[in-house]
């Protein structure tokens, strides 16, 4: 019963995602991001519905835990529905017991939600400003293609690898954003019956938590993964667990509650898990380059890279090959692709620098590096050409970029001063 509820509410929050894109737009409601808590709120002081979301989501999971993550997020709706399909197409995805599980979601919370915007806070002091219908639905999301790779990706290839919910294990920095107050939480899973040890509650839990583990050793489930979704306690054959509240008065608190984790698991429940801890720093480092070189390209977001990133690296260190030359080509084409792309990002990111420097001569090398590796033309990068030749006296590689940023993006004004400029 529980789970229909459950399954129904997902379904009614696309059913309204739809009303508010297709049918009320953003009139009254603009983007209802997470993210707008961190580049509105925190950055500039706008209250919009999506930073008023978040608050939301933070004080009731004070209360109730991450169930938001259970309970209301399209994006963990997308995972169970891929985790579903592949159920039915007798495809057990295996849970990857893994550190990057807490590093990662964090790592991107921080470096790309957090912490640019209390910097720019702290030297740009804001007011308060009320904005519900800021900013534009679309402003933050990207176009359909790369819209519906993302999906793809994070939610169904991570689910197929890296077990069921493997984007909100692995890389979810709204999942990390709200582990602090999931950790205390009042009302949590709690063992209220003897167990029997028959493990189902573990087998049925969609992050990967060892349940049976956690409410034998505390009592309850301690994990600040866990997302409330209450599928271990409708699926416990001896109703020995409940969601249950408890006075944050009498509740006991422990480190060792995020210290003491399985070592192994359960003989009933381990072909269930498989760890890859001993390779995860190699992991995290390679994830890490993988991700940030090809992050913002082509317009792939920080979702998205962070998801071809993460498996690619997994690809390259775990995953068992056929035949020893099959191992050599595909982890060949793997680092080529990701040292082209890095190449191409560090030459956007040091010409885009020397530009604004006024150093020409290193800002047309790098520039043209770029403009020749990267397979995307953007005009605004043979604009910054045609006006480093032009400044430098070559009149004729002036033109020649000027007239490519115009051909790409026609309505551009910048690129046709320069021809006039060259014409006079
Ligand atoms: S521990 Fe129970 S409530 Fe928490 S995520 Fe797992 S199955 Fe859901
Ligand atoms: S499903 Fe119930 S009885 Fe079985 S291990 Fe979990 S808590 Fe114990």
Redesign the pocket.
């Given at each position: 019963m529980i789970q229909k509820l459950r399954i129904g509410v997902l379904l009614l929050l696309h059913v309204l995602i739809f009303l508010h894109i297709f049918v009320f737009e953003d009139d009254i409601v603009g983007s209802i991001d997470f993210q707008e808590f961190f580049h509105a709120f925190i950055k500039h002081g706008i209250l919009n519905a999506g930073a008023i979301l978040v608050i939301i989501a933070f004080m009731t999971t004070l209360i109730f835990g991450r169930f938001f993550c259970?309970w209301a997020c399209h994006f963990g709706a997308i995972q169970e529905f891929s985790w579903w399909i592949l159920k039915k197409l007798n495809i057990n995805p295996i849970t990857i017991n893994s550190k990057l599980v807490t590093i990662l979601p964090i790592i991107l919370l921080l470096n790309y939600y957090f912490i640019p915007n209390i910097i720019y806070a702290f030297n740009n002091p804001w007011e308060l400003n009320i904005k519900l219908n800021e900013p534009d639905i679309w402003e933050f999301l990207p176009g359909w293609l790369i819209g519906i790779l993302t999906f793809f990706i994070d939610g169904f290839l991570l689910v197929y690898f890296l077990g069921r919910k493997g984007f909100c294990r692995f890389l979810c920095p709204w999942g990390a954003f709200l582990k602090f107050p999931n950790s205390m939480s009042m009302f949590k899973?709690r063992k209220v019956d003897t167990c029997t040890y028959c493990h189902e509650?573990t087998k049925?839990?969609?992050?990967g938590?060892d349940?049976s583990y956690e409410i034998n050793k505390f009592d309850k489930?301690v994990?600040t993964?866990?997302?409330?979704?209450?599928?271990?306690?409708s699926g416990c054959p001896s109703q020995s667990l409940s969601y249950k509240f408890k006075n944050p008065m009498y509740e006991k608190y422990s480190l060792g509650y995020y210290l003491k984790k399985p070592t192994k698991h359960h003989e009933n429940i381990k072909h269930q898990f498989k760890s890859i801890r001993n390779k995860d720093s190699i992991l995290l480092i390679f994830c890490l380059l993988f991700s940030i070189s090809i992050d913002g390209l082509y317009g792939i977001g920080h979702f998205m890279s962070f998801g071809i990133g993460l498996l690619s690296a997994y690809f390259l260190f775990t995953l068992k090959y056929s035949t020893m030359q099959f191992k050599i080509f595909a982890n060949s084409i793997v680092i080529i692709f990701f040292l082209w792309h890095g190449t191409i990002k560090y030459s956007i990111w040091q010409g885009i620098k020397n530009y604004e420097n006024k150093q020409f001569d290193s800002g047309i090398i790098n520039l043209e590096r770029a403009t020749k590796l990267y397979p995307k033309k953007i005009s605004k990068f043979h604009l910054m050409l045609g006006d480093m030749y032009y400044l430098k006296g070559n009149s004729e590689k002036a033109l020649e970029h000027a007239m490519i940023a115009h051909s790409i993006n026609p309505s551009y004004s910048a690129p046709i001063e320069i021809i006039n400029r060259l014409n006079k």
């Amino acid at each position: 019963m529980i789970q229909k509820l459950r399954i129904g509410v997902l379904l009614l929050l696309h059913v309204l995602i739809f009303l508010h894109i297709f049918v009320f737009e953003d009139d009254i409601v603009g983007s209802i991001d997470f993210q707008e808590f961190f580049h509105a709120f925190i950055k500039h002081g706008i209250l919009n519905a999506g930073a008023i979301l978040v608050i939301i989501a933070f004080m009731t999971t004070l209360i109730f835990g991450r169930f938001f993550c259970g309970w209301a997020c399209h994006f963990g709706a997308i995972q169970e529905f891929s985790w579903w399909i592949l159920k039915k197409l007798n495809i057990n995805p295996i849970t990857i017991n893994s550190k990057l599980v807490t590093i990662l979601p964090i790592i991107l919370l921080l470096n790309y939600y957090f912490i640019p915007n209390i910097i720019y806070a702290f030297n740009n002091p804001w007011e308060l400003n009320i904005k519900l219908n800021e900013p534009d639905i679309w402003e933050f999301l990207p176009g359909w293609l790369i819209g519906i790779l993302t999906f793809f990706i994070d939610g169904f290839l991570l689910v197929y690898f890296l077990g069921r919910k493997g984007f909100c294990r692995f890389l979810c920095p709204w999942g990390a954003f709200l582990k602090f107050p999931n950790s205390m939480s009042m009302f949590k899973v709690r063992k209220v019956d003897t167990c029997t040890y028959c493990h189902e509650c573990t087998k049925i839990c969609p992050v990967g938590i060892d349940v049976s583990y956690e409410i034998n050793k505390f009592d309850k489930v301690v994990n600040t993964n866990c997302t409330s979704c209450l599928l271990c306690t409708s699926g416990c054959p001896s109703q020995s667990l409940s969601y249950k509240f408890k006075n944050p008065m009498y509740e006991k608190y422990s480190l060792g509650y995020y210290l003491k984790k399985p070592t192994k698991h359960h003989e009933n429940i381990k072909h269930q898990f498989k760890s890859i801890r001993n390779k995860d720093s190699i992991l995290l480092i390679f994830c890490l380059l993988f991700s940030i070189s090809i992050d913002g390209l082509y317009g792939i977001g920080h979702f998205m890279s962070f998801g071809i990133g993460l498996l690619s690296a997994y690809f390259l260190f775990t995953l068992k090959y056929s035949t020893m030359q099959f191992k050599i080509f595909a982890n060949s084409i793997v680092i080529i692709f990701f040292l082209w792309h890095g190449t191409i990002k560090y030459s956007i990111w040091q010409g885009i620098k020397n530009y604004e420097n006024k150093q020409f001569d290193s800002g047309i090398i790098n520039l043209e590096r770029a403009t020749k590796l990267y397979p995307k033309k953007i005009s605004k990068f043979h604009l910054m050409l045609g006006d480093m030749y032009y400044l430098k006296g070559n009149s004729e590689k002036a033109l020649e970029h000027a007239m490519i940023a115009h051909s790409i993006n026609p309505s551009y004004s910048a690129p046709i001063e320069i021809i006039n400029r060259l014409n006079k």
